[in-house]
């Protein structure tokens, strides 16, 4: 988005509507389901997890769809220009925050693992 923003839509081939269509509406719509009550609590930890990317696409659409600013595509910029502040400014998160919480997903997966073979083993024996 930032490229196309940068460059224009004819450089990139990619429209902004198009993004926002494609790209931002099905993410946050993604990052809701996650969350949804039918869910088992994993997948709500990881819907959790994932919820600010969910709401910077909120935002984002929120400002292109309110925008004062003319019908010429002014919208468009502002959401934009919303989106990928929104991202860049949670760049510790993306880059520092959630590779840790997957390693201590892993690691809790490891220990608890030996529970289950162990189970496993003791119905076969």
Known sequence: MAKTILLGSKRTGIRLEDVFA??????????????????????????????????????SESSRNKSVVGKDGGGLMIGSAVFVTGISLLWWYWFIILPWVGILAICIAMSISWCFGLIELASVL
């Open 22 to 59: 494609e790209d931002i509406y099905p993410c946050r719509m993604g990052a809701e389901s996650l969350c949804s009550s039918h869910q088992v609590i994993t997948v709500r930890l990881l819907g959790l997890i994932l919820y600010p990317l969910g709401m910077v696409c909120e935002l």
